[in-house]
């Protein structure tokens, strides 16, 4: 069964470094989201994208945050310069369509120190 | 602002016995889709079930099945024949049918299974 990659598994960084994480959605899906989940707490979105672009951000992903689709099939989330609060769970997702089951990858553990 | 409340913190069930995980939400839309995701120590995220609010009949998938009540905005989650794996953080969640596609969760579940 097709899956969502995440690389890598867990990043380690320095307060104020910027950080990149990556991810492989589905390959016939067409919409990519971005989530994360603090120890302990419930999961949060940060941004939905599709069609080359933004459609929605939450009022986490302000202007630190960034994605992009480099190529035909990765997706990544760019943290220009990282902050304690955001150590966290990352999760990738894609889905097929609007309302459909966003399937997600095995998440990016980001520490920073 | 729609909303997911799971009132269980933990719940725990015998090995091969039913257990029913409760969800309620808050919103003021008539379309939208309802989920349980599943989250074992691994961490991943894994789709459990999905639930269209315009359809009556109730979800199932093999041993999970939900019991959904639109007028209540109650989405329960029931797992029958419970196993050892199904030991995990369960985590109810919504979208809007209305132009977006931004899942809201709840604060979850840990479901404990005792052999």
């Known amino acids: 069964e097709p899956e969502v990659t995440q690389t890598p598994s867990h990043q380690v960084t320095q307060m104020g470094q910027e950080v990149i994480l990556r991810c492989v959605p589905i390959?016939?899906?067409?919409?990519f989201y971005w989530y994360r989940q603090i120890l302990g707490q419930k999961v949060e979105f940060l941004v939905s994208?599709?069609?080359?672009?933004?459609?929605?951000k939450s009022e986490i992903f302000d202007d630190q945050f960034s994605v992009e689709r480099p190529d035909g099939s990765n997706f990544t989330l760019k943290i220009r310069s990282t902050k304690l609060e955001d150590s966290a769970m990352y999760f990738c997702?894609?889905?097929?369509?609007?309302?459909?089951?966003?399937?997600f990858g095995d998440g990016t553990r980001l520490s920073i120190l | 602002a729609q909303t997911v409340t799971q009132s269980q913190p933990e719940m725990s069930v015998q090995e091969a016995e039913t257990v029913t995980l409760s969800c309620t939400y808050d919103?003021?839309?008539?379309?939208?889709?309802l989920f349980w995701y599943k989250q074992p120590p691994s961490r991943q995220m894994i789709l459990v079930i999905r639930q269209e609010a315009y359809k009556q009949q109730n979800a199932t998938e093999n041993r999970f099945s939900v019991n959904f009540q639109k007028a209540a905005k109650s989405f329960s989650l029931k797992i029958s024949d419970s196993q050892l794996g199904d030991a995990a953080m369960y985590f109810c969640a919504y979208i809007s049918g209305r132009n977006t596609d931004k899942l809201i969760f709840g604060t979850g579940t840990r479901l404990q299974v005792f052999p």
């Open positions: 390959s016939n899906h067409l919409y």
């Open positions: 997702a894609s889905s097929a369509g609007e309302g459909q089951p966003q399937h």
């Open positions: 994208f599709y069609n080359n672009e933004i459609s929605e």
């Open positions: 919103t003021s839309e008539s379309d939208y889709y």
